[in-house]
């Protein structure tokens, strides 16, 4: 299996346009978390789906931030409109029935 | 989730064990300790975890005291490349949530 495989690796753009992150699971996980990591705030979690339903968006600091899961095998997080401090590493990671949480290499983004 | 406090930094000579504590005083009696470890620009990797039992897998042990109230993750023979961040999290088995604190940056030194 290749993992949780993220797109794209690195983002750069203007403040006020929207941003897509991506992710695909591990063919199988039926649970689904995105995360955010700052040097000031560590490892954030912002929103988990199981079985493509979102469970808890607590963690998704405003309305800019939406995720959705239309399928097993895809999810996206979009900020619109981007803002400077939404930069950050945006992690996805599933889970199947076990314990374990597997990452992907994250998406490292760049609000100018 | 019980809250985990763990120290902000340690170093470890290569070749040396490693010993990483985490305090989890308020854990419930169904909830487990999961390691996880993050190296630099990497996604976290998951390393161990148990409820009461001491784990031993090809990557770490982990030892939990008898009270549960704390636990300590052992790399027996650390090299240059477990230089990262370990992170300690108290969970529900099963339950949802993996909510991630500061971690303890661990310095392998050669």
């Known amino acids: 299996d290749a993992g949780v495989i993220q797109s794209p690796r690195h983002e750069v753009t203007e403040m006020g346009q929207e941003v897509t992150l991506r992710c695909k699971p591990i063919?199988?996980?039926?649970?689904l978390f995105w995360y955010r990591q700052t040097m000031m705030r560590g490892l954030e979690l912002l929103i988990y789906?199981?079985?493509?339903?979102?469970?808890?968006d607590s963690g998704m600091p405003e309305d800019r931030f939406s995720a959705k899961m239309p399928n097993a095998s895809f999810s996206t997080l979009k900020i619109q409109p981007s803002e400077p401090r939404d930069s950050a590493v945006y992690f996805c990671?599933?889970?199947?029935?076990?314990?374990?949480?597997?990452f992907g290499s994250g998406t490292q983004l760049s609000v100018l | 989730d019980a809250k985990t406090t763990q120290p902000t930094s340690m170093d470890c000579a290569e070749g040396r064990a490693a010993n990483l504590p985490c305090n989890h005083s308020?854990?419930?009696?169904?909830?487990?300790v999961y390691w996880y470890r993050q190296i630099h620009s990497q996604g976290p990797q998951y390393i161990i975890h148990?409820?009461?039992n001491n784990e031993t897998n090809e990557m770490a042990s982990l030892i939990i005291t008898e009270d549960r109230k704390s636990s300590t993750l052992i790399l027996p023979h650390a090299t240059l490349r477990d230089t990262a961040v370990y992170y300690c999290?108290?969970?529900?088995?099963?339950?949802?949530?993996?909510?991630f604190g500061p971690g303890t940056r661990l310095s392998v030194l050669p």
């Open positions: 990671a599933s889970r199947g029935m076990g314990e374990k949480l597997f």
């Open positions: 063919s199988g996980h039926n649970s």
């Open positions: 789906f199981n079985n493509n339903v979102p469970i808890d």
């Open positions: 308020t854990i419930s009696g169904n909830e487990y």
């Open positions: 148990g409820l009461k």
């Open positions: 999290i108290v969970r529900v088995e099963n339950g949802q949530n993996f909510v």
